[in-house]
């Protein structure tokens, strides 16, 4: 049985696009997921923003609505996948939150069932896991101790194209996670065996 350390955004649920709506809706400007080429989105919201005469405007607003993920939906697949993992194995969600939507994230997880811890943290990399699924390079370029990495790619965004951190590549929900994990976590133990 392994502990396997789920990210929330972009990992389980799209919270990228509705971002970009959400923005062009208020600025009434039209930035597409395809033009973005950095991960912090925020400075080029501000630009964007202030070229329409939105000057100080604040892209965390969106982040620090209280309801936030009550609108969400989860990533097709996901829900049925990630209850099949914590049956054989832990599941913990690790996600970084603003305080303002936290209860909401929670609410929102109770979807893929209800006895899943939640760590909010941005510190990953001290969370006790086996495995890690994220969709984050910077967070998987800080755990280099052999833990088994997963890189979640499903949303394909311009700023990771072409580049992988993990030890694997997914793009979609399906039960080519669990036999990966299975078959990895019995390479750990051989090993412990051996040692
Ligand atoms: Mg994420």
Same mark, same amino acid.
């Given at each position: 049985? %392994?502990?396997?350390? @789920?990210?929330?955004?972009?990992?389980?649920?799209?919270?990228?696009?509705?971002?970009? &709506?959400?923005?062009?809706?208020?600025?009434?400007?039209?930035?597409?997921? #395809?033009?973005?080429?950095?991960?912090?989105?925020?400075? @080029?919201?501000?630009?964007? #923003?202030?070229?329409?005469?939105?000057?100080?405007?604040? =892209? +965390?607003? +969106?982040?620090?609505?209280? /309801?936030? +993920? &009550?609108?969400?939906?989860?990533?097709?697949?996901?829900?049925? !996948?990630?209850?099949?993992?914590?049956?054989?194995?832990?599941?913990?969600?690790? %996600?970084?939150?603003? =305080?303002?939507?936290?209860?909401?994230?929670?609410?929102?997880?109770?979807?893929?069932?209800?006895? @899943? =811890?939640?760590? %909010?943290?941005?510190?990953?990399?001290?969370? #006790?896991? &086996?495995?890690?699924?994220?969709?984050?390079? /910077?967070?998987?370029?800080?755990?280099? /101790?052999?833990?088994?990495? !997963?890189?979640?790619?499903?949303? %394909?965004?311009?700023?990771?194209?072409?580049?992988?951190?993990?030890?694997?590549?997914?793009?979609?929900?399906?039960?080519? @996670?669990?036999?990966?994990?299975?078959?990895?976590?019995?390479?750990?133990?051989?090993?412990?065996?051996?040692?």
């Amino acid at each position: 049985m %392994s502990v396997i350390a @789920i990210d929330v955004d972009l990992t389980v649920v799209d919270s990228l696009n509705p971002w970009l &709506d959400w923005f062009n809706e208020r600025v009434g400007a039209d930035l597409e997921h #395809a033009q973005l080429l950095q991960y912090n989105l925020a400075p @080029i919201m501000r630009q964007q #923003a202030a070229k329409q005469g939105h000057f100080d405007f604040d =892209p +965390y607003v +969106y982040w620090k609505q209280p /309801d936030l +993920y &009550d609108k969400l939906e989860p990533l097709g697949g996901a829900v049925d !996948i990630i209850k099949k993992l914590n049956r054989l194995h832990t599941v913990v969600w690790v %996600s970084h939150c603003f =305080p303002e939507h936290e209860n909401s994230k929670i609410n929102f997880l109770r979807k893929f069932g209800e006895n @899943i =811890p939640f760590i %909010s943290t941005q510190t990953k990399k001290l969370v #006790a896991f &086996d495995v890690i699924i994220d969709d984050n390079l /910077d967070i998987l370029n800080t755990i280099h /101790d052999g833990r088994f990495r !997963i890189q979640y790619n499903e949303l %394909s965004k311009p700023w990771t194209r072409n580049e992988t951190v993990g030890d694997l590549l997914i793009d979609k929900w399906d039960s080519h @996670i669990v036999d990966v994990i299975r078959a990895e976590e019995l390479g750990r133990n051989r090993g412990r065996m051996w040692r």
